[in-house]
């Protein structure tokens, strides 16, 4: 059997002038949590037997009608705990009533309290363009609640697996995305339940199920005689051959667009008579280190004279980059979609082809799983066609060392 009380009282230690604060005071189960009801009143007014002004004045009226309604508030609040978690305490209802926790009771609060946190940690380890995806998935939400339920906002408990699916139909049919772009914007909807849920706010993950289709593109690379011709390549416009010469320094490295755009002297370290690029990835923070290669080398030290304080490279912004490159691919001769995120495919994908463990590949391009360095590693046809030869020979080598001695044998017999 559960006990649950309300009552207001006066705070007489902090009397001013006669007018004193009035607090509340929540018991469950004989255990108090206290706090202000932001109302003040004469003492002459106040009825501590009734918990509340006397008389029928404007004044008594006004604050009986404010303490009815945060006595209704905590009351509600009560039962949709209980109702939650099939518990409640005295600290849980306080708290609820105060909005403390909130973000948990409805999906957008929850979504809207995720991107503030998010908002500060921007610039320090987690990038603008992340934070805005997650903008984009609120606004595409609050949309389909808008649309589909006729609300403004869905509580938490009342999410269902269905939900997470037919916002994923709102998004391929209303919004039209393409489906990586719904696998995009579903998994942060679903990171933030989860994280609900393993925060004992939700008894159940009605999400744990739900997976989204990724279909994984194929992705651009260069290969070696098209890297060639690109570097051979003379360009009529000076922009043209510095975005090319960034380009293939990518290709060279495996560094992506924002960490070569960061990088500074102090990134260039001689390590055993070497030069190494020795830094952090500005995505995930995750150090990482590459050897240069002379021709990487030489684009550095033809970019010297050009620089701005201690940057190694000035490079125009990563759209722009994106748009001259898939011209300068046409200019050579190149049948690809070129964009400068293709130096980093190309890069993993001749290392490969070479023979670099991908273990070593992995650890240069900074990544934290081996994974993820699989998505980006291709096969190629030289490398599948060498890595047959080598094991035909090996088989037949293998196939005639146990067939000889048979021969031998049967030959023995004949004679």
């Not at 008389?55 to 309604?69: F, M, P, S, T, V």
């Not at 190309?346 to 650890?363: D, Q, W, Y």
């Amino acid at each position: 059997r559960n006990t649950f009380k309300v009552l207001f009282y006066v705070n007489s230690s902090k009397e001013k002038n006669g007018v004193a604060p009035i607090l509340g005071r929540i018991t469950v189960n004989g255990q108090v949590a206290q706090f202000s009801c932001k109302q003040s009143v004469a003492l002459s007014l106040w009825d501590a037997k009734a918990n509340r002004a006397k008389g029928k004045g404007a004044e008594a009226q006004k604050i009986n009608h404010a303490l009815d309604k945060i006595k209704a508030k905590i009351i509600e609040h009560y039962g949709q705990i209980r109702e939650r978690e099939g518990f409640a305490t005295a600290e849980m209802v306080r708290n609820a009533y105060q909005g403390i926790g909130n973000e948990y009771e409805t999906l957008l609060s929850a979504f809207d309290k995720h991107n503030a946190d998010f908002s500060r940690r921007v610039g320090k380890d987690r990038s603008k363009g992340t934070y805005q995806k997650y903008c984009i998935v609120r606004n595409h939400l609050a949309s389909f609640i808008g649309s589909y339920y006729k609300r403004k906002d869905i509580a938490m408990k009342e999410l269902t697996e269905d939900f997470i699916r037919q916002f994923d139909i709102y998004l391929r049919t209303e919004l039209s995305l393409s489906p990586s772009a719904v696998w995009m914007y579903t998994v942060p909807l679903k990171m933030i339940v989860t994280r609900a849920h393993c925060d004992g706010h939700l008894h159940r993950n009605p999400f744990a199920q739900y997976h989204a289709n990724l279909s994984v593109k194929e992705r651009q690379f260069l290969t070696e005689e098209e890297l060639q011709k690109l570097m051979n390549h003379s360009f009529a416009m000076m922009s043209f051959t510095q975005i090319r010469d960034m380009f293939v320094f990518g290709c060279l490295t495996g560094i992506s667009y924002i960490d070569i755009k960061n990088l500074t002297t102090d990134n260039l370290e001689n390590i055993n008579g070497s030069w190494w690029i020795v830094a952090k990835r500005k995505k995930t923070n995750i150090p990482f280190r590459v050897m240069l290669l002379d021709s990487a080398l030489k684009i550095i030290e033809r970019y010297k004279p050009f620089r701005n304080g201690n940057r190694l490279f000035y490079l125009h912004a990563n759209t722009y980059m994106n748009r001259v490159l898939k011209v300068i691919a046409k200019e050579c001769g190149i049948d690809k979609p070129l964009s400068f995120h293709c130096s980093r495919h190309t890069f993993s994908t001749l290392a490969l082809s070479k023979g670099m463990p991908i273990e070593s590949v992995s650890k240069i391009l900074g990544h934290t799983k081996i994974t993820t360095t699989q998505i980006y590693a291709k096969i190629t046809t030289e490398k599948l066609e060498n890595d047959i030869s080598a094991f035909g020979e090996k088989l037949e080598a293998g196939l005639a060392s146990l067939s000889s001695p048979v021969k031998e044998k049967t030959a023995a017999i004949k004679v």
